[in-house]
T-cell receptor, first 114, second 111 residues
Framework: AAGVIQSPRHLIKEKRETATLKCYPI?????VYWYQQGPGQDPQFLIS???????DKGSIPDRFSAQQFSDYHSELNMSSLELGDSALYFC?????????????FGEGSRLTVL | RKEVEQDPGPFNVPEGATVAFNCTYS??????FFWYRQDCRKEPKLLMS???SGNEDGRFTAQLNRASQYISLLIRDSKLSDSATYLC????????????FGKGTKLSVKP
C-alpha cells in the first residue's frame, strides 16, 4: 500500500540558508500534519492542513511557512535556518472518516544545519 | 509541567516478561488517546487507540483512567521485536485535532 512520501530524506544546510521539505500524503488523505522531532525529544506539532486550508497551528516559528496544494501534497518552507532547526521533520496524513489522532507518518526528512 | 508525561525508561526486560507503561496527561479536556511505537530514527507508527472501556490487541492491552488522567499500555509475553520507544499521544480536540506526544518510554527486550 502507498505510504506517506517525504523528500528529501536528508538535507544539509548552512545557517541563514533556506530549505523546503515536501510531503505527499497517502492517496485520498485530505489532512496533512507537520511535526518536528529534535534529538532525544518527542515529536512537536508544527502545523496542519485540511482540504488545502490551514487547520491548526502549533509551535511553528515565524521563519517557517507551509501550504497544501491542489493535489494535497504539502511543502514546509524554512528560512534563516538556525542550528536549533536541526531535527527530523515528519509529515503525517489522515483520511476523511478516520479517528482523529490516527495518523500515518512518513519516514521523515532529516535536516542538519551547520 | 509538560502536558503529557511518561517515564523515559529504559525498561530492560527478558523475553517473555510482562511490562507496563503509564502516561499521565494534564489537560482534562483531552478527548482521545493513543499509543505509538517508534523505532530508532524511524517514524512513529500507530500501535493502538485507547478507549474508555479499555481495549486489547493480541499481546497489547491499553487502559484509560479519566479520573486520574492516565493511560497505560501492557505488553504480555515480550518479544525481542517489541524493543522500541513507546510514545503516548493525546488529542485535545480542535480543528481536525493534533497530537501532543510524550517523550516516550524506551523498552529493550533481551534474550
Amino acid at each position: 500500500a502507498a505510504g506517506v512520501i517525504q523528500s528529501p530524506r536528508h538535507l544539509i544546510k548552512e545557517k541563514r540558508e533556506t530549505a523546503t521539505l515536501k510531503c505527499y500524503p497517502i492517496p485520498r488523505h485530505d489532512t496533512v500534519y507537520w511535526y518536528q522531532q529534535g534529538p532525544g525529544q518527542d515529536p512537536q506539532f508544527l502545523i496542519s492542513f485540511y482540504e488545502k486550508m490551514q487547520s491548526d497551528k502549533g509551535s511553528i516559528p515565524d521563519r517557517f511557512s507551509a501550504q497544501q496544494f491542489s493535489d494535497y501534497h504539502s511543502e514546509l518552507n524554512m528560512s534563516s535556518l538556525e542550528l536549533g532547526d536541526s531535527a527530523l521533520y515528519f509529515c503525517a496524513s489522515q483520511g476523511w472518516g478516520m479517528n482523529t489522532g490516527e495518523l500515518f507518518f512518513g519516514e521523515g526528512s532529516r535536516l542538519t544545519v551547520l | 509541567r509538560k502536558e503529557v508525561e511518561q517515564d523515559p525508561g529504559p525498561f530492560n526486560v527478558p523475553e517473555g516478561a510482562t511490562v507496563a507503561f503509564n502516561c499521565t496527561y494534564s489537560n482534562s479536556a483531552s478527548q482521545s488517546f493513543f499509543w505509538y511505537r517508534q523505532d530508532c530514527r524511524k517514524e512513529p507508527k500507530l500501535l493502538m487507540s485507547v478507549y474508555s472501556s479499555g481495549n486489547e490487541d493480541g499481546r497489547f492491552t491499553a487502559q484509560l483512567n479519566r479520573a486520574s488522567q492516565y493511560i497505560s499500555l501492557l505488553i504480555r509475553d515480550s518479544k525481542l521485536s517489541d524493543s522500541a520507544t513507546y510514545l503516548c499521544a493525546v488529542n485535545v480536540g480542535g480543528s481536525q485535532g493534533n497530537l501532543i506526544f510524550g517523550k516516550g518510554t524506551k523498552l529493550s527486550v533481551k534474550p
